[in-house]
């Protein structure tokens, strides 16, 4: 593919995206020299696509754009946590680079079919330490991030298991409607793996949120409605402060 071809398909990938996404990449790449436009690959990932695995070596930035991503942590007595969902735009790999680490601190998983902007690390490298402006950005958001997930975890650590639960559902599903509802298309294993619970914990509230019509049965699957997806954001708020902000934050 040749050079004008490369930064034609990266600009008009940015252009198709809602503003908020747009407006951030716009002014994140407002200084970019046209070689680091040149630079980028457009790559597509289908469902559940490991792209990056904890401890791996650094080598690719990876810009989500489209779909989302979770991040999991393997321990060592084989239990699989699920601890960060993100969605649109955010940047992996860049906080390695800035703190001078060589190797990749989590797994990184497609939670849905997902576009992404790549770019090689040296190259991204190259261009970040000399662009203030993307530099103050990177760091602005990096810093906000780490920040409100650290708040976040103290909180999280804090809530009963019906909290804990329903804000897990909130957060995985955020994106995932299928027209007026949201399957959960998760085991009882997982999401106690990621809320910290037994499964019997999450069986006995996952009744209670059936007997209470926040979720449905449709046979062996669970499904959330809109209308119980708001209900179940409505005692979250009303319960938790960092809400709303954290929601933003993802």
């Not at 994140?28 to 791996?56: C, D, G, V």
């Not at 940047?91 to 090689?120: A, H, N, Q």
């Not at 209670?208 to 959330?224: A, F, P, T």
Request: charged share 25%.
């Amino acid at each position: 593919m040749n050079e004008h071809k490369k930064i034609d398909n990266v600009l008009t990938l940015i252009k198709t995206l809602d503003e908020e996404s747009r407006q951030y990449l716009e002014c994140y790449m407002a200084n970019a020299p046209m070689w680091i436009l040149n630079s980028f690959q457009i790559l597509e990932l289908e469902k559940e696509t490991i792209f990056i695995r904890e401890k791996s070596p650094v080598d690719i930035v990876y810009i989500l754009v489209e779909g989302m991503v979770k991040a999991v942590d393997y321990c060592a007595d084989g239990v699989n946590f699920e601890y960060m969902w993100f969605k649109p735009v955010k940047l992996f790999g860049t906080m390695e680079i800035l703190l001078d680490i060589d190797t990749y601190k989590t797994t990184l998983e497609t939670v849905t079919p997902c576009r992404m902007m790549t770019i090689s690390k040296n190259i991204f490298e190259r261009w970040i330490k000399n662009d203030v402006n993307a530099l103050w950005i990177e760091s602005k958001t990096m810093g906000t991030y780490l920040l409100k997930q650290a708040r976040f975890a103290r909180e999280f650590l804090f809530m009963n298991g019906r909290h804990r639960i329903m804000t897990f559902m909130i957060f995985v599903h955020l994106d995932l409607f299928e027209g007026s509802e949201c399957p959960l298309n998760i085991t009882r294993q997982q999401i106690a793996d990621c809320s910290g619970l037994s499964v019997k914990t999450v069986n006995r509230v996952i009744q209670e949120l059936s007997d209470e019509n926040y979720i449905c049965k449709r046979g062996n699957k669970l499904v959330i409605t809109r209308e119980q997806y708001e209900d179940m954001k409505k005692e979250i708020t009303a319960n938790w402060n960092g809400f709303t902000d954290w929601e933003r934050l993802l």
